[in-house]
């Protein structure tokens, strides 16, 4: 059976029209969003690194952050032994 009429495929995510349907299925999914971490806090920011950076005022060219308590605990059980 020939259509007459070219179907469209729309992605079920952004609702845009492609010609292909695989265009249409690969358009949205997966979803990919870029996010960046507060490394202080571990709050996530989309796509902002620098809403994460200044989250708690951590310094990339400052010293580490410090250990967190599971951190340290974990250091202070390995020197019990
Ligand atoms: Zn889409
Ligand atoms: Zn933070």
């Known amino acids: 059976m020939k259509t007459v ?3 469209k495929f ?3 995510e952004c609702h845009e029209l ?5 265009e249409a299925r690969f358009c949205c999914v ?3 969003v870029e996010v960046y971490i507060c490394p202080i806090c571990h709050t996530e920011y ?6 994460a950076i200044e989250c708690c005022g951590f310094d990339p060219d400052g010293p580490p952050p410090p250990p967190t308590a599971a951190e340290l605990e974990a250091a202070g059980q390995e020197r019990l032994f």
């Open 10 to 12: 729309r992605c079920g």
């Open 18 to 22: 492609h010609d292909d349907e695989d």
């Open 30 to 32: 997966p979803s990919v």
């Open 46 to 51: 989309d796509h902002d690194e620098e809403a």
């Open 5 to 7: 009429i070219e179907p």
